[in-house]
């Protein structure tokens, strides 16, 4: 199976202070993966490489999909920040403004946006105002918003950072069940308990340097029955 | 004194009565600062996004140009354009000189750097994770900065509205540019000038009192965006 990204030989210097270097890094499809860290150890960094955030001064990011272009590249990838930005306006704009620049018609957009609240536990909330949210209520916008858009990388820097802890298991099911819609998932934690609740592989980084090596295997998933549950119901949603 | 308040109430008079000299002053001006003032942000909201959200080399040194032009007195520019309209000018084929298109043009040199600087300022001082959230959702760097426009539209339209207050009450380009020719491109100021100078004071009070109006709504409008 080919890898959906794959980081060769890359070299990041942000100052004196910090370097990152990553000599390979290939993530497979429909997985997950947590990075892990102590602070300032790049895991951020390392996201925004991935997302075409950063550039690095040295090494190259190539997709298993997509064109050549850096705005088809960055189609075929979403990042949500530690504490997301909200677009001034509805919880429906802030969703409907990637389905737009993808051409989604208005009917369709209506349809994918709620059942993508739905999904991340927030249906009903097309028209609240995006700046009347909780932490944790801007987290969810932020993941729906990320989410309604299919991609095939979505990565996340502490997503439950602003998650209270009655909503935190929700959300942790939420976030296992996300390669399931076909995504692969990466996304960064200091929780050291948490890649094992959510069956993610670990990526440990410390001063810049990757310790793992992703397995490249796909272990106890059915392949077939995966694809067919996909094409049957792509964003798992009860009912289907 | 007295003379002072006869002049007051005459110029309430000539303003309430529609005075046809007052009505025209006023609409050369409305009408030549309108003009500039939707050129210049063609100019300078462009140019203040790209500044704001682009590194590159050169970039102090324009910031820099756009600080020192923002100053620029409007004689200068007057002169300097005098100099490309007249018949000898390299623009003197055009026939510009002394019409409302050549104060125009004056005018959209001395308010772009101020839009410019201004929507520079609002892109400074936005939230840097705007721009990041915009590309991550897969938007073009022309999208991009759409919805950057859209984030910070009260900084725009406090460049705009300050743009056009130094537009509407400059007297240089327009006296220099336009020629105070009337019935056509006398302007309020030119008007305050010239009638004032012939003794006219009642007629300089009641379009000073206009521009005074005009130059506080601009202020109260102003006001009211920044503390949104």
């Known amino acids: 199976m080919e890898p959906v990204i794959s980081l060769k030989d890359i070299l990041v210097e942000q100052g004196a202070d910090f370097t990152l270097s990553v000599e390979n890094l290939e993530l497979m499809p429909r997985r997950i993966y947590a990075l892990t860290g102590p602070n300032g150890a790049g895991k951020t960094t390392l996201l925004r490489i991935m997302a075409l955030l950063t550039f690095p001064q040295q090494g190259s990011v190539s997709f298993a999909a997509g064109g050549s272009g850096l705005v088809d590249k960055r189609q075929n990838v979403t990042f949500v920040e530690q504490s997301p930005y909200l677009f001034d306006g509805s919880v429906s704009d ?54 309604v858009l299919k991609p095939q990388i979505l990565l996340l820097d502490e997503p439950t950072s602003n998650i209270d802890k009655k909503s935190l298991s929700s959300f942790e099911t939420l976030l296992a069940s996300l390669p399931n819609t076909g995504s692969t998932i990466v996304f960064a934690t200091h929780d050291m308990s948490q890649p094992e609740r959510l069956g993610a592989q670990m ?16 272990d106890s998933v059915d392949t077939k029955q995966q694809e067919k549950r996909l094409w049957l119901n792509p964003l798992n949603l009860p009912g289907h | 004194m007295g003379y002072l308040i006869d002049s007051f109430v005459a110029a309430i008079g000539l303003i309430f009565t529609f005075d046809r000299e007052v009505q025209f002053a006023v609409w050369t001006s409305l009408y030549t600062s309108s003009c500039s003032i939707a050129f210049a942000a063609l100019i300078g909201i462009p140019s203040g996004l790209m500044l704001g959200t682009n590194r590159f080399r050169g970039r102090r040194l324009i910031i820099t140009l756009l600080n020192t032009l923002m100053a620029l007195p409007t004689v200068v520019v007057g ?78 339209m406090a460049a705009v509205i300050a743009g056009f207050g130094r537009v509407i009450a400059e007297v240089g380009v327009a006296m220099m540019l336009g020629g105070n020719i009337r019935g056509t491109t006398r302007t309020m100021t030119t008007a305050i000038a010239l009638e004032t100078s012939k003794g006219e004071f009642a007629f300089g009070l009641s379009l000073g009192i206009v ?16 503390q949104r």
Request: charged share 15%.
């Open chain 1, 203 to 218: 990526l440990r980084i410390e001063n810049g340097r990757l310790l793992d090596r992703p397995r490249q295997s796909i």
């Open chain 2, 79 to 156: 002169l300097v354009l005098f100099g490309l309209f007249s018949r000898q000018g390299p623009l003197g084929s055009l026939g510009l000189l002394f019409t409302p298109w050549a104060m125009i043009a004056g005018q959209t040199v001395l308010a772009a750097p101020i839009v410019a600087n201004y929507v520079l300022a609002a892109v400074s001082g936005s939230d840097p994770r705007i721009m990041d959230t915009v590309y991550t959702l897969g938007a073009s760097n022309v999208q991009a900065a759409v919805q950057l426009m859209k984030e910070i539209r009260f900084g725009v």
């Open chain 1, 94 to 147: 802030n969703l409907a403004f990637g389905l737009k620049l993808r051409g989604v018609s208005r009917k369709e957009q209506k349809k994918h946006i709620a059942e993508t609240l739905t999904l991340v536990g927030l249906a009903g909330f097309e028209l609240r105002n995006s700046r009347k949210l909780s932490g944790g209520e801007v987290q969810r916008v932020a993941l729906a918003r990320a989410l």
């Open chain 2, 211 to 226: 521009l005074l109006c005009v130059a506080l709504l601009v202020n109260l409008f102003l006001n009211l965006l920044q």
